[in-house]
């Protein structure tokens, strides 16, 4: 079942196009992430969603029903702000139960909801403290309580960790997944953090300038991103792009001296390789790639590594202690079904049929391969 349709959405504040005909749905219980470089309209959406900005046109059903006029906890929606909004006056408990008197729910309910809620959260022994006598996380836990304790089908939050230390973040990530599918409840969550993204979501929404970049579960918008933009913007260390160039095999590395990647055109194209698909062997007599290693970078169990092959310059990452030193000369490899290609006018993905996929490269062969476009 469909819990938030969004039809067709566009906002502008003044000249700025905020949303341009932005269209998606969120199934019940799911948590969908809006994901999104500063200024791309993840905010605008959220506030369309919950009641708080009205579209200028196209139109958002929540539960099925269209939502146009209607408040926020008529929609039922709740929602969970950056800058939690406590009130500073009110104990952690009054801060809870604020919108219940509101909403005109009986003082038992409360209660109860309250009860489970604090559980829930670890709050027990907070009840009493104001918001100034709390961290930065336990104002966190009081925002997200006091949006769960509505018991509203849909929730929304707007970077909700954006203001906390890291390790706290990761911490708190899981817990508010863990929350969302033991309550389940349907979750959009707005966040800048593609991994914060990639971690909880069941979809992930990236958006770009006010529209829909891609629309997919992780792992899709990881193992097959439609554009570059979406290559560029998921994976912990970004992923390399190589202009290819017309050799006499078929398309090869531009300014590089290596074998053709595939029998076809390779002008106007990008190859697209994650750091960690990308092998750097020290035995480089039989490598296809020849390389230079100008830096490493040790991160403990990981090391990212910056090799030079020919004018261009391409990141690998390794095991942290298998890392070779800087000066080293290696061999690069990687299957052939790491690599992405994208036009490079459009910036979209091209697919490219192989017969030899699954084969290590030294054994691939480049006959019988074409490209045709996605
Ligand atoms: P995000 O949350 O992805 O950072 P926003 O939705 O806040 O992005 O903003 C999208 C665009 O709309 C930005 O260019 C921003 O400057 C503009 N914008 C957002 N809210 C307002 C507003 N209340 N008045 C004017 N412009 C706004
Ligand atoms: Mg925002």
């Given at each position: 079942m469909i819990s938030v349709d969004v039809r067709s959405v566009t906002k502008a504040w003044g000249e700025t196009?905020?949303?341009?005909d932005v269209s998606f749905s969120v199934k019940k219980g799911d948590l969908v992430v809006l994901l999104?470089?500063?200024?791309?309209?993840k905010s605008t959406m959220l506030r369309l969603i919950a009641g708080l900005d009205e579209p200028a046109s196209g139109v958002i059903a929540i539960e099925g029903r269209d939502a146009r006029g209607l408040t926020g906890s008529a929609r039922g929606v709740a929602m969970v702000f950056q800058s939690y909004a406590l009130f500073p006056h009110l104990t952690v408990a009054d801060n809870i139960t604020f919108g219940l008197s509101v909403r005109g729910v009986a003082k038992q309910e409360a209660a109860r909801r309250l009860d489970r809620i604090v559980a829930l959260l670890g709050l027990e022994a907070l009840?009493?403290?104001?918001?100034?006598?709390?961290?930065g996380g336990q104002q966190q836990r009081v925002a997200l309580g006091r949006a769960l304790i509505a018991e509203a089908p849909v929730c929304l939050l707007d970077e909700p960790l954006s203001n906390l230390d890291a390790q706290l973040r990761q911490e708190l990530r899981r817990e508010i997944r863990a929350l969302q599918q033991r309550l389940g409840i349907t979750m959009i969550y707005v966040t800048h953090d593609q991994s914060e993204a990639m971690s909880m979501a069941d979809r992930v929404i990236l958006m770009r300038a006010g529209h829909i970049e891609q629309n997919g579960a992780p792992v899709e918008l990881y193992e097959?991103?439609?554009t570059l933009f979406t290559a560029r913007f998921i994976g912990g260390t970004p992923m390399n792009f190589l202009d290819l160039d017309d050799g006499p095999g078929g398309a090869v590395i531009a300014g590089g001296d290596g074998p053709a990647l595939f029998s076809d055109s390779g002008r106007g194209r990008v190859l697209g390789l994650r750091p960690e698909d990308v092998t750097v062997d020290r035995e480089n007599g039989h490598a296809r790639f020849h390389a230079t290693v100008t830096a490493v970078e040790y991160l403990g169990a990981e090391a990212v590594v910056t090799c030079v092959m020919g004018s261009r310059s391409v990141l690998a990452r390794t095991r942290g202690d298998g890392a070779p030193p800087v000066g080293a000369l290696v061999g690069l490899g990687w299957d052939a079904s790491a690599e992405h290609i994208f036009d490079a006018e459009s910036r979209g993905r091209l697919a490219i049929k192989r017969g030899a996929e699954s084969r290590p490269p030294q054994l691939q062969t480049i006959a019988n391969q074409g490209v045709t476009c996605a």
């Open positions: 196009l905020a949303l341009d999104g470089p500063s200024g791309c309209g009840l009493h403290r104001k918001p100034a006598q709390l961290s097959r991103p439609a």
